[in-house]
């Protein structure tokens, strides 16, 4: 849509439209102010340290793992979709002669100008901020941060790698890399599920901190194995000032990594095609 | 209530088993004939599992209830605020999903043989598809539905734009656009819901604006309302913003369209029912929503008198069709919504006949304009003999589906007091029927005049006799699916009980329980 | 206090799955820069590491833990030796 197509009668309509929504959403948080009523959260506040140590993520991966995992979904169909525009999996009819698309070329890079004394420092940087991100998803279940936060980090050093390189990006992730690393998080982020479901019933059921077992109702006890398979390898010592206190994440880390896996095979290659381009001749090649 | 399971099986199978199955089609991008039995195959699980499943919730994530009193609960009888996302399964949901994944294993065998180069990422887009749909339907929690809203729309346009056509391409652009505004509308909403109740369960939240005297917050729910409802007529294509969903309905292929009007009649139903629930006790709130529909109506049928294609005609009448499932939603009572329901079943099943027709004939490859093709009738009895049941059918004609819904509309809308919506509703079949019969008439019936054809006529040896009367391009697999669908068509015309028992439940839950999902 | 043992699994994991990974990035790593820049990336590694210092609940040497004011993020440094490893055994100049 062109700015012109906004002059005349569809623009005062317009400006009319955004004053009321303004007005509406300015009054209704004005009403808000002072009255917002709690609801479940107390409840949720009162539990996060059970879980584990990290409270956003026990909100995000363990509360509403389910929910995140079709959030996560949403960024997975974002670069398939995205990559599919541009010209991969594009479907013609059999029958059907229609008009071709148009082939896609890469963006005209350049990069001649960057300063070869800038060029020398970028190459540290990109590899010391994919780095970064590793630890930052290696730390999930104890301090801020994940699978997204990794991802997107991840995926800026790959930008930088391509705006200061051009198609000599040091960080030179293949097409096939990148949709194989993202379908292998979002498949192990949603079959992470799998081991709660078949003991409990309950899908995401988080079987390596198993909180609720111990209730009446709950379907099933937790085999042992589940708990030191799931749980283990990540139980962390929490020393509190009365002694001791050992707690686990259970999946929530491995969540993480395939959380981590699903952004930066996404978001890396939404960069990569629109930067690149798609041809299915190339990618037979490689 | 007796206890209901709170670890459903099947719940959760519905949305895993199309995620698995996406992921893998699509790193298999290419390999057609594997991609084609992992398709049908994880299909037909996804309706065996739909047609057997018992009804119950699931409490993702195993985190129980919490009673007022503190303690935990794993019974979904007993009153509590749920920690967990909650999913439920029940008549609408069933009836609902079984269509779908019937549907699905139709237009994945459809897409599987009649597409070619890189079929993977299509497929995984339609399984995608469903998958966002089925979370719609049985949500129960205001965040994931709004995932679930998102993700629909962002699967449309990849759905559309996977045809590489500039067409196409610019529909889905431009609904991606304003689909985006029905994202936000709703986090908007649902920002405020958040703040005067504090729960992103459905049921806690009806609950909880029930049970308190929220007089003083009465204009944040009005404003909650607005937004609500825009997001609505957005992410269901009503009015005003109909040609916008026509673009997609109509630039999509036929058997993806399938899908797509399935996916959008589920969203209307979700997420109208959602409103209902929430909102219908606030005054204007059905008035907002009937005006809605009406207007959905009378637009959408009008556009479908003028066009010239049959692609179009479709996609035009499925928007106003989708008015009418608002109108039984939007009347509020018992009957209307019941009404409602069954119109949403009925409207999916005759206009995947219409859009499979429509699939078949642009198979004679000439399109599907009125002005290239002609004679269809001839080359195929058959798919003509489909098409007119379809177009009765869709015009609510006895002993079709379409007349069974119709008249409880038109009943429902008399005993509300509205006799002029009710009679839109009888304009709506009247001029549906019209409309349909246009295309139908010069695509079908009318002799084939284009040179091709009359070049033939006139040769006279055996050769180009065999040319005339070539042998029609359609499958048999397709005469295979338009007989399930038109067995449906008349066994719901015949016996409508069969499916209000599913729907009569939910709209009683509706009016008299609205907090039960 | 520099403790030992008991050496929890919370803090060796991490260090594991960080060099997995990075060695997993690093496989897709090309560029032809010289031994002084690898050298260089290692120190700018060690100073990073003890600026993000070790993970909150880490409290042996093996995480990176030496006393209160002092510790090193030890998953950084597996990180980046895993890249680092990855790109010098399936990489490319």
Redesign the interface.
């Known amino acids: 849509?062109e700015m012109k197509e906004l002059r005349g009668s569809r623009g005062v309509l317009a400006a009319v439209a955004l004053l009321i929504i303004f007005i509406?959403?300015t009054?209704?948080f004005v009403?808000?102010n002072g009255?917002?009523?709690?609801?479940?959260?107390p409840?949720?506040n009162r539990?996060a340290h059970l879980q584990q140590?990290n409270s956003l993520s026990a909100w995000v991966y363990?509360?509403?793992?389910?929910?995140t995992l079709?959030?996560t979904?949403?960024i997975y169909?974002?670069a398939?979709?995205s990559?599919?525009?541009i010209?991969?999996?594009?479907?013609?009819?059999?029958?059907?002669?229609?008009?071709?698309?148009?082939p896609q070329t890469s963006l005209d890079l350049k990069i001649g100008s960057v300063n070869a004394i800038l060029k020398?420092f970028i190459?540290?940087l990109v590899?010391?901020l994919?780095?970064?991100g590793?630890?930052i998803?290696?730390?999930a279940a104890?301090?801020g941060g994940g699978g997204f936060q990794c991802g997107v980090v991840?995926a800026s050093a790959y930008l930088i790698g391509a705006v200061f390189f051009g198609k000599?990006?040091?960080?030179?992730?293949?097409r096939k890399?990148l949709?194989?690393?993202g379908?292998f998080g979002?498949?192990l982020y949603?079959?992470l599920?799998l081991p709660?479901?078949l003991v409990?019933?309950?899908?995401?059921?988080?079987v390596g901190t198993d909180l609720?077992s111990s209730?009446?109702?709950?379907?099933a006890q937790i085999p042992s194995i589940l708990h030191t398979i799931f749980g283990?390898?990540?139980?962390?010592?929490?020393?509190l000032k009365g002694g001791t206190f050992y707690s686990?994440a259970g999946i929530v880390p491995l969540i993480n990594?395939g959380e981590a896996f699903n952004v930066i095979g996404a978001i890396c290659l939404i960069f990569l095609v629109f930067i690149y381009g798609w041809s299915?001749t190339e990618e037979a090649k490689a | 209530m007796s206890a209901v399971a709170t670890n459903l099986w099947t719940i959760p199978l519905f949305v895993i088993i199309p995620i698995i199955t996406a992921i893998l089609l699509n790193l298999l991008y290419n390999k057609s004939r594997t991609i084609k039995v992992i398709a049908i195959a994880s299909s037909i699980v996804l309706f065996v599992l739909a047609l057997i499943s018992p009804y119950g919730f699931q409490w993702f994530t195993g985190q129980p209830g919490v009673t007022p009193g503190g303690t935990y609960t794993f019974d979904a009888s007993i009153f509590s605020y749920r920690l967990s996302l909650e999913y439920y399964f029940g008549g609408l949901q069933q009836i609902l999903i079984t269509i779908m994944s019937l549907l699905l294993v139709f237009v994945v065998f459809l897409s599987a043989s009649s597409l070619r180069k890189n079929i993977g990422p299509y497929i995984a887009l339609i399984f995608l598809l469903f998958m966002s749909s089925a979370i719609i339907i049985m949500v129960n929690d205001f965040y994931h539905l709004w995932i679930g809203v998102e993700m629909g729309s962002l699967l449309l346009a990849g759905v559309v734009a996977a045809s590489g056509e500039s067409i196409s391409q610019k529909a889905a652009l431009k609904y991606t656009f304003f689909s985006a505004l029905s994202g936000a509308g709703m986090a908007i909403a649902l920002a405020m819901i958040l703040g005067v109740t504090g729960y992103s369960n459905i049921t806690n939240a009806i609950q909880y604006i029930m049970s308190d005297n929220l007089s003083s917050l009465s204009g944040v729910l009005y404003i909650a309302f607005g937004f609500f409802v825009l997001s609505w007529i957005y992410a269901g294509g009503l009015a005003p913003i109909h040609p916008l969903k026509s673009d997609v309905y109509g630039s999509a292929f036929p058997h993806a369209t399938v899908m797509l009007q399935t996916q959008s009649k589920l969203m209307i139903v979700a997420m109208g029912l959602i409103i209902l629930r929430l909102f219908g006790t606030l005054p204007f709130a059905r008035e907002v929503m009937l005006s809605v529909s009406v207007l959905t109506m009378i637009m959408g049928v009008t556009m479908a008198l003028i066009q010239t294609d049959l692609r179009w005609t479709l996609a035009y009448l499925v928007v106003a069709h989708s008015g009418l499932v608002t109108l039984g939603i939007s009347l509020g009572t018992v009957q209307g919504i019941t009404g409602g329901l069954f119109q949403a079943v009925n409207d999916i099943v005759y206009m995947s006949v219409l859009l499979i027709c429509c699939e078949a004939v642009m198979y004679f490859g000439k399109g599907t304009s009125i002005k290239t093709v002609g004679g269809i009738a001839k080359r195929a009895p058959w798919l003509a003999l489909a098409v007119v049941i379809g177009a009765f059918a869709a015009s609510g004609v006895p002993p079709f589906n379409g007349f069974q819904s119709e008249i409880i509309l038109i009943q429902a809308s008399l005993s509300s007091g509205l006799p002029e919506v009710a009679a839109i509703v009888l304009m709506v079949s009247v001029t549906t029927f019209i409309a349909l019969f246009k295309p139908i008439y010069n695509i079908f019936l009318k002799p084939d005049n284009s040179p091709i054809a009359m070049e033939g006529d006139a040769g006279a040896g055996i050769a180009t006799m065999a040319m005339v009367q070539p042998t029609s391009p359609v499958p048999k697999s397709i005469y295979l699916f338009l007989a399930i669908l038109i067995a449906i068509i008349i066994v719901l015309g015949v016996y409508p009980q069969l499916a209000l028992g599913f729907v009569q439940d939910t709209a009683i839950k509706v009016v008299y329980f609205p907090w039960v999902p | 206090m520099v403790m030992l043992f008991p050496m929890m699994g919370g803090e060796i994991t991490p260090i594991v799955v960080g060099f997995a990974i990075g060695f997993l990035f690093g496989t897709q790593v090309y560029s032809n820069v010289s031994r002084r820049t690898v050298v260089m990336i290692i120190c700018l590694c060690i100073v990073g590491a003890s600026l993000f210092q070790a993970p909150v609940f880490t409290w042996s040497l093996i995480g990176g833990y030496i006393t209160d004011g002092l510790s090193f993020a030890a998953p950084f440094i597996s990180a980046t030796i895993g890249i680092l490893l990855g790109w010098a055994v399936r990489g490319g100049k």
Request: glycine share 12%; charged share 15%; aromatic share 14%.
């Open positions: 849509m509406g959403v009054v209704a009403q808000l009255n917002v009523a709690r609801g479940i959260s409840e949720y539990l140590p363990d509360w509403r793992g389910f929910d079709i959030e979904g949403v169909v974002g398939v979709v990559v599919l525009v010209g991969r999996g594009l479907v013609r009819m059999k029958q059907v002669e229609g008009e071709e698309p148009v020398y190459f540290p590899i010391l994919a780095a970064y590793i630890l998803v290696t730390g104890t301090s991840v000599k990006n040091p960080l030179n992730f293949r890399f949709i194989a690393i379908s979002w498949a949603a079959l599920g709660g479901y409990t019933g309950y899908w995401q059921y988080n609720w209730i009446a109702g709950f379907p283990d390898p990540y139980r962390l010592a929490l020393v686990t990594i299915d």
